[in-house]
């Protein structure tokens, strides 16, 4: 039996605006119709053996994660969530040590990152066939991708000799990112492979070999998970517990001291989606180069990306850019410098600006709401909120609010009165009133909120009820 483990904590800075801290690449249709996380999930369709998954993710993304296996049909065995980020090694310990509370031991944990694209299913699937047969005779297996050209942006796996057990090759060497010419070299010689960061090993092997190489992670993830609390599908670690353990990859803390360490290489059209220009390399390009996603125009422009949400974008007379559109923000690159869009989200967290942590239309577990007008002691808000779903019972010390429903029913709770209001009508939340708002009815409600008063941030909200565990 495989036993999923996605790993889905990162955040994308290098995506940015699209990308941001409270809702990342991998929760975003950065390729198809599907988000980079559903992608990953789908893409295990059809290896013999396979269990539900399990997920890692940050506690900020928890309702994303659930929403979007919702909308697959599907359930994991359990959600990990990270109070804060540790990298690799910790949250593929926490998993392993969860299948050993489930007395799965002997599983075969097969991570992966969430947010990687593979266009070639079949041979994924193939190679997690071979590298499930050496994990059973007691070998770690990472992949490795064929190299298709002297690349400098990613990490690099020498190969030792064959396996005499199973297919695959002993891992000789992890080196970290080349120069220009040393990965030339890499590329003629024949025995480098990308390193992916894609896993597959048993449980109890991993956690002999964690315990040999890292024994404080091993102890830190013990602690966390052993006094960690289940809340529906969700596990809270021990906040304390878990902010105390080293923060490593599982490549330093245990893939490059093993001597169990075994490599398969996997030519499956992979690709990290690390930048914008790899989202450009993995597009549908049209005859002129550009690859354009949303509503553009282009006159004599060639090999350029284009990624508009809201707005019509034009592009006249120029080549190789990379032109990134959202509601509250816009990028213009070259393609060639892309990387650099880390710097930008370095600028916008040094000023603490918003547009570096949430975009302007924010995803809620009951719905959304868009900021779309605001100013000195006023916002406006466009709220929508899911059939069946409800806010939580609330107050603010700071504002009063007034609704007008748009469409759909809203049930209404002000105070000690409840009334249910359809199209055009509204009502007043006067400051420091306890209410709540439901959706009772089949097709989404959508209301108009404008708040007034003194302060106007998302903190000034006191909960007493909530349906999804957010009660203050």
């Known amino acids: ?74 359930q994991a065995q359990g959600i990990l969530l990270e109070p804060v980020g540790r990298n690799t090694a910790p949250a593929i310990a926490l998993a392993a040590l969860r299948l050993l509370q489930q007395n799965q031991a002997d599983a075969v944990m097969l991570v992966l990152p969430a947010d990687h694209v593979i266009h070639d299913a079949p041979a994924f699937h193939q190679a997690v066939i071979q590298a499930a047969q050496a994990a059973y005779n007691g070998h770690l297996v990472t992949f490795g991708i064929v190299p298709h050209c002297a690349e400098t942006g990613y990490g690099y796996i020498r190969h030792g000799e064959p396996l005499a057990d199973s297919a695959g ?83 330093y803390a245990v893939m490059e001291k093993t001597a169990r360490a075994v490599v398969i290489p996997l030519d499956a059209g992979w690709n990290d989606v690390g930048a914008w220009s790899a989202v450009w390399e993995v597009g549908q390009a049209d005859h002129n180069g550009n690859v354009i996603r949303g509503d553009a125009l282009t006159h004599n422009a060639n090999n350029n990306l284009i990624y508009t ?29 892309v990387q650099d869009v880390k710097h930008i989200v370095g600028q916008l967290q040094a000023r603490q600006r918003p547009e570096a942590t949430i975009h302007r239309e924010v995803n809620r577990p009951w719905g959304t709401y868009d900021c779309i007008d605001g100013g000195e002691r006023f916002q ?93």
Request: hydrophobic letters at 40%; glycine letters at 6%; one cysteine or more.
């Open 169 to 251: 090759y002993r891992v000789a060497a992890f080196v970290e990112k080349p120069d220009q010419s040393t990965a030339a070299a890499y590329l003629e010689s024949g025995h480098y492979l990308w390193n992916s960061g894609m896993f597959l090993f048993r449980a109890d092997y991993f956690l002999k070999e964690l315990a040999d190489y890292a024994p404080d992670v091993l102890s830190a993830c013990e602690t966390a998970l052993a006094n960690a609390k289940s809340d529906s599908d969700f596990i809270r670690l021990d906040s304390v517990a878990f902010a105390a353990c080293p923060a490593i990859s599982v490549d």
């Open 380 to 472: 406006v808000k466009r709220i929508m909120v899911k059939p069946g779903a409800k806010l939580s019972l609330q107050m603010h010390h700071h504002r009063a609010e007034h609704w007008i429903v748009v469409s759909g029913t809203a049930e209404v709770r002000c105070g000690n009165n409840t009334l249910l209001l359809t199209e055009n009508q509204s009502t007043y939340i006067p400051l420091g009133e306890v209410h709540s708002l439901s959706n009772p009815g089949k097709v989404p409600l959508e209301i108009i909120e404008v708040q007034s008063g003194s302060y106007l941030g998302e903190d000034d909200i006191v909960r007493f009820e909530d349906a999804y565990g957010r009660v203050c």
């Open 309 to 337: 949400e809201h707005r019509l974008v034009s592009l006249v007379g120029v080549d190789n850019l990379v032109v990134v559109e959202t509601k509250d923000a816009t990028l213009v690159a070259h393609r060639d410098q």
């Open 1 to 74: 039996m495989i036993t999923p483990i996605i790993l889905s904590g990162g955040s994308g800075t290098r995506l940015w605006p699209l990308s941001r801290q409270l809702r990342p690449k991998q929760f975003l249709p950065i390729v198809g119709n599907d988000t980079l996380f559903q992608e990953t999930v789908q893409r295990l369709h059809g290896i013999e053996g396979l269990q539900p998954p399990f997920v890692i993710c940050n506690e900020d993304h928890r309702f994303m994660v659930a929403e979007q296996l919702q909308a697959l049909g599907l």
